[in-house]
């Protein structure tokens, strides 16, 4: 199935994917948020789910005919505007290198930069919160410089604690829980990305950014 | 029973799939038995005094398919010859996608089942008989 | 208060799932049979979504510290009420200081992995963003969003005796609806996005091997063994939501497949995804033994969900029937 150049396919019965031509880009992902708001308006979506430069649909219940859903996901896209960023920014300290960024001499090696380099380019930019997913309070980040990008590990890590800040190819993250991890942990902040009682119960949501900001670094 | 109301269901028994209805009353016992598209309607005397008869004939609560085994299982809940205590699963009842315990009335012993594995029966029909235990009293579930 | 008696690593509280936080990060969780969770809490005359344990490592036992009805579903675990008998797929009723024991699924008809025992009521484990399934990532939901221990103790909603009838079962839709393929289960599967990138001889391959579970198998995902599934170039993807059934090809070529714990999200390609009717089907599928995919439609994948519906209200119906007349 096409969509003019976006296309779409199925989840099984349970949803379908929604995907952007192109590069990678903050317009495009700007798009997609308003295509997930329209779309959770629609009765037979339970869910508009954003990936990176993609939308998934999960369906209450598996629609009889999908040429309607199909119908109205094309001419929506080819009418949303990118959504403004609202501008919320939460800065993050941390603390970079140490038993709390134990890949970090990967990273230096990988990167032949300095650590002072490396985490100074890492807390330069304000990386948009692109979409959460993986687990609970999760974001994907967009926006690092590639000069620190590293490949993830060949062996993932069994478990990292949660608040580790990592590098997994050209992307960076903070993980929100406990959990295994393929990506290079550089550091840690503090942040409680969850919390059940909450409502929201994510910290952060799409369109904010994050700044991470130089608390310490162990060398 | 007034025959009419034999032949009532005996009607009704033509439009369904059930083979073999047995009605049991004080007066006697009416079988019904489908024959092609016909019901045979046949009835005998009055069955011999049951406060003497150690022979129970455990019969169908309802219409349905009698399954000797669960369908989980290789082997059948018991088999003829098999000593079983009052309230013991002797076989069940399917209807549909519910499961029916027929259960024994009384302590005894499996004489023979009636009614084959995966047979369709009628309200009423025998399913399994047992002989009670001699001076067990009836402290059926 | 029902008390966990076994030492029961990977038991856990589950309904039918958590809802409409993929978004947030939040999978789903819930049963890997959610046929057998319902239809055990359907018997008694709960919701179908109520809370009930998932027991998937045997042996497993309870004591009922107080009269409660219950059902056991799912695999064949030849359970026993003190020491009698309760049938599988069976609604019985425990006095106080009763134990309920189950044991590892073995032969039969049909070999299940997975038991799930429910009580009336439901267990009352407090409701975590709108359900009560188990979020082991996120350490929430559940009992104390963990699996269960020795010496836990959960309530049942709805105590006591005489409520509603118990002392029969139902037939278990591995019966009422079969799915096989020369001698194996089989699941139903639409192709994915990236199905076309794969080779002619993959596609071959997906629909006619045997694909063994292997021991890498639990609720997050299972990993299969068969013949390497190749695409006919490298395959990058960026992220994006993907659902339990998703059937995912890493470098290796040996297909994984996401289950109910699964993370919302992910990479790798996707060859197809098992249709949510005949999830239930994988769920139950035991370490080692061996499953085939069947190509279907979106046609036949929404009559397959409508035909469990169907066999759920089906379900409701006869057993709501079945009480009132107080057999």
Known sequence: MTLGEASTSLLGSTALLFEAPGETDLPTQQRIWVLAAEAETWPEVREAVPGINNLMIAFRRPPAKLDDILERLRSCWATVAPMPLHGRVIELPVTYGGPDGPHLPDVVAHTRLSIDDIVAIHS?????????????????????????????????????????????????????????????????????FFDPVRDPPALLRPGDAIRFRVSEVIR | MPIAEAEQIAAWLAGTDIEFLELRSADGCLTLRRQGNDVAISREGAPAPQEAAREITVTAPSVGVFLHRHPLRDAPLVRPGDTVPAGQILGLLCIGPLLLPVAAPRAGTVARMWAAHEEVVGFGSPLVELLATEGTGDHGH | MIEILSETPLATVQDLGRFGLLNQGVGTSGAMDPLALAAGNLLLGNEADAAAIEVQVFPFAVRFHEPCAFAVTGADCAARLQDQPVLPWWAGQAAAGDSLTLRRPEGGTWRGSRAYVCVAGGFAVPPVLGSRSTQLRGAFGGHEGRALRQGDRLAAGAPGTGNRPTGFGLVPPAFAMPLQREGCTAVRVLPAAEYERFTKAAHEALWSAEWKITPHSDRYGYRLAGPSLRPTAPIELRSHGIVPGVIQIPHGGQPIVQMRDA???????????????????????????????????????????????????????????????GT
């Open chain 1, 124 to 192: 330069e930019p304000l990386y948009p919160v692109y979409a959460l997913g993986s687990h609970p309070g999760y974001c994907y980040l967009g926006g690092m410089d590639p000069r620190i990008a590293t490949p993830r590990r060949k062996v993932p890590v069994l478990s990292i604690p949660g608040g580790s800040v990592s590098i997994g190819g050209s992307q960076t993250g903070v993980s929100a829980s406990a959990g295994p991890s393929g990506w290079n942990t550089i550091g840690r902040t503090s942040a409680c």
């Open chain 3, 263 to 325: 993370q919302p999200s992910g990479g790798y390609p996707k060859i197809g995804t098992v249709i949510e009717a005949d999830l239930w089907r994988l769920g139950q599928a035991p370490i080692g033994s061996r499953i085939r995919f069947v190509a279907c439609t979106w046609d036949e994948a929404v009559a397959a969900f409508e035909e469990t519906e169907r066999w759920a209200a089906r379900v409701r119906r006869l057993a709501a029937l079945h009480a009132e007349r």
